[in-house]
């Protein structure tokens, strides 16, 4: 079969032949890919840098996807970590680690979403309590994780969300997704911007970590009306850096809690636990969609253009 093959980290993948897959144990079924989608994740899968990675070589790079199987019901799945990922024609999947979809979903919208969805929504539903009429900051709101975490955020009840983020086009659009207020990073006064903003926020959904966050958790906690409410930061992407220098006064001078949310501190029992309710919300419309379908033969060129576009790449085999 055909496929998007990574046979060095330094290098893109190519379309080429690989083997097909062989079912093994009794959940597996090879599914007929529709959809996958190119997240960040699948590009740090595909440099070997990714906390997950293995090392092991060649391999298909995807972390999930849309398929049908051979009981022709649509799926949308997630794959372990694993050398056979979801950039080919066909993958081995375990059905437990699916949910059956529609049948007129709309395979792109769902390989688009999911992944980036999937992001806040675990994370507000597995690693924290969340309630409804919490005020929420989003830092890094301009991505496509960001801008569906101020949705889900509206979506569980959220009072305030205030969407912070790098860029003023972006950001601009995002109260029409549901943030009651927009702050942009950059420039000598966003720290006191973020602080007047989002000083008293419950809960922070944190895409950037690097000194950005950093920068940000001092705005917030210096800004606090009352130091004792309770603050959960939850750190869910290292888009502007992997270490951020974490004033330790942070920690003393309000309630601060940090978190992680993603692979190893959610359970792949939590994660597939999520899935039908996100699925359903996506298929039902809930959320905004912007994604480019890319046939999988021109995987080269999506991952070079999946730097700067702001829009998800899907990848579609037989397109
Ligand atoms: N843990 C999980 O479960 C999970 C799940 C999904 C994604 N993630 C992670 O979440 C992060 C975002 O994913 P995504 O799908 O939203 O990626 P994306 O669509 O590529 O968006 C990334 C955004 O980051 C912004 N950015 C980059 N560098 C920045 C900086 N220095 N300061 C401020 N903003 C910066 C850019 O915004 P501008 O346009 O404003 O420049 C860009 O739009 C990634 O690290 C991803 O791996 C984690």
């Known amino acids: 079969m055909k496929a998007a093959v990574v046979s060095s980290f330094g290098a893109a993948p190519r379309y080429e032949e690989f083997p097909a897959p062989v079912p093994g144990g009794?959940?597996?079924?090879?599914?007929?890919?529709?959809?996958?989608?190119?997240h960040p994740r699948v590009r740090s899968q595909a440099t070997g840098s990714h906390y997950t990675s293995t090392g092991d070589l060649p391999l298909v790079p995807g972390i999930d996807g849309v398929g049908r199987g051979p009981d022709g019901l649509l799926r949308y799945f997630v794959l372990p970590d694993t050398t056979l990922g979801s950039m080919a024609e066909q993958t081995l999947i375990d059905t437990r680690r699916s949910v059956v979809l529609p049948q007129d979903s709309d395979p792109v919208a769902v390989a688009a979403v999911m992944n980036p969805?999937?992001?806040?929504?675990?994370?507000?539903?597995?690693?924290?309590?969340?309630?409804?009429?919490?005020?929420?900051?989003?830092?890094?709101?301009?991505?496509?994780?960001?801008?569906?975490?101020?949705q889900v955020a509206k979506l569980f009840g959220a009072n305030q969300v205030i969407a912070a983020g790098r860029s003023a086009d972006r950001l601009a659009a995002l109260?029409?997704?549901?943030?009651?207020?927009?702050?942009r990073l950059g420039g000598d006064d966003a720290a006191t911007r973020l602080g007047q903003a989002a000083g008293d926020v419950d809960v922070v959904i944190d895409y950037l970590w690097g000194p950005p966050a950093a920068a940000a958790m001092e705005a917030v906690i210096t800004n606090r009306a009352d130091e004792s409410k309770p603050l959960t930061w939850i750190e869910i992407g290292s888009v502007a850096g992997p270490v951020a220098a974490i004033p330790s006064a942070a920690l003393r001078a309000a309630r601060l809690q940090i978190v992680g949310s993603g692979q190893g501190s959610v359970s792949p029992r939590e994660i597939v636990a999520e899935l039908p309710g996100l699925a359903q919300a996506i298929t039902g419309g809930t959320f905004d969609v912007d994604a480019r379908t890319v046939p999988l033969a021109d995987v080269e060129q999506a991952w070079a253009d999946a730097a700067s576009t702001p829009r998800r790449i899907v990848l579609v085999p037989g397109a």
């Open 175 to 183: 109260p029409a997704l549901g943030a009651t207020a927009t702050v």
């Open 117 to 150: 969805a999937m992001s806040s929504w675990i994370a507000l539903r597995q690693r924290i309590s969340f309630h409804a009429g919490q005020d929420v900051l989003v830092l890094g709101a301009t991505g496509n994780a960001g801008q569906l975490a101020v």
């Open 26 to 38: 009794d959940h597996d079924t090879v599914v007929d890919v529709l959809a996958a989608g190119l």
